[in-house]
């Protein structure tokens, strides 16, 4: 999942992306309306999550502006302007969703959840699966044989991707660059760790293993 922040305060923005990332999103932050603008229309995302008082182009023209040009991305709006009329003209204005700050991030995150839901589309994906195991792309629950496994969030990250490219091998200079973000190969043992603790909670107790070392290669998730 892709999240755009248009936000001026960098403080706000670093927190809200920090705790996007902590829920699994890629996310793009922009700190001038005229450039958030630009991003929410030429590049894809899931969401956007949108100040209203911006330098260079406000919040409410932004959205305006996208809707106008069948951009139809969720926007939650953020924004100190917090009476009735606020809130009315941030939804009439294209919004989705409206909170005032300050605000709690852990309810920030929950709407976008309750706003991804909402606007899937009709036969979208909603989750992955490689035999009896299973992720559910909005919980972001994982589960084996109808068992929840407990993942910390790069755990789930890293087993989102794998099974996004179930039966491929996937190479440890791919999962560094896509699952940790490094765009170079460290001599580091994190996804050995991160891979033994992740087959330990979805293979531990059953008789088919599904997380494989390839030796030489990298890692491949499947279903023998």
Known sequence: ?????????????????????EAGFITDTVHDGREGLYMAANEDYDIII???MLPGKDGLSILKT?????VMTPVLVLSALGEVRHRIDGLRS????????????????????????????????????VGA????????????AGQEIDLKPKEYKLLEFMMRHAGQVVTRTILLEQVWDYNFAPQTNVIDVHMSRLRNKIDK?????LLHTIRGAGYCIRED
């Open 66 to 70: 996208l809707r106008s040009t069948d």
């Open 50 to 52: 949108l100040d209203r």
């Open 94 to 129: 294209g919004g989705d969703d409206y909170m005032v700050k300050p605000f709690s991030v852990a309810e920030l995150v929950a709407r976008v959840q309750v706003l991804l839901k909402r606007t899937l589309p009709a036969g979208g994906e909603t989750e992955l699966n």
């Open 205 to 209: 107790g059953f008789t088919t293993e």
């Open 1 to 21: 999942m892709r999240a755009l922040i248009i936000e001026d305060d960098h403080e706000v923005a670093d927190f809200v992306s920090q705790a996007l990332k």
């Open 133 to 144: 195991l299973k992720i559910d792309l909005l919980s972001r629950k994982a589960t084996r």
